[in-house]
């Protein structure tokens, strides 16, 4: 059986949607045990257990910030392969298309970046709660 660059395309996507999908479910497993732990200080206010909910908390969004960032790599590695396959099937590469792709990958590595920065500042926060938890 002969495999066209059409197929390899095909079947690099759905390898690649498949991966993106499962971490967007682990995001969403991860949002519903935050609310959960919400809920649970909610109901249950002890300082101790709010601190230490607190520092869960911050943990479980630095998980969820980079599985976040995985997702957004497994976009970029998608577009450049679909990139460098159609450059070589193609062999044209107009000005306007390498334009658009690097503004897509700039665009992309921004995200990420915001999304470190985050992953920084929640690091950060939990430090800053630690301390509050010294002074209570």
Known sequence: MVVTVSMAIRVI???MVI???????????IVVIMVIIAIR???VINVITVTLVIRVIVVIMVIRDILVIRVIVVIVVIIAIRVIIVINVIMVFTVN???SVIT???V???IRV???IRVIF?????HIMLDLKGLI
């Open 122 to 126: 929640s690091d950060i926060t939990e």
């Open 41 to 43: 200080v909610i109901t």
């Open 108 to 110: 992309i590595m921004a």
């Open 19 to 29: 991966m993106v999908i499962r971490d967007i479910l682990v995001i969403r497993v």
């Open 97 to 99: 298309m390498a334009i």
């Open 104 to 106: 897509a990958i700039i």
């Open 13 to 15: 996507t759905v390898i």
């Open 114 to 116: 915001i999304l470190v």
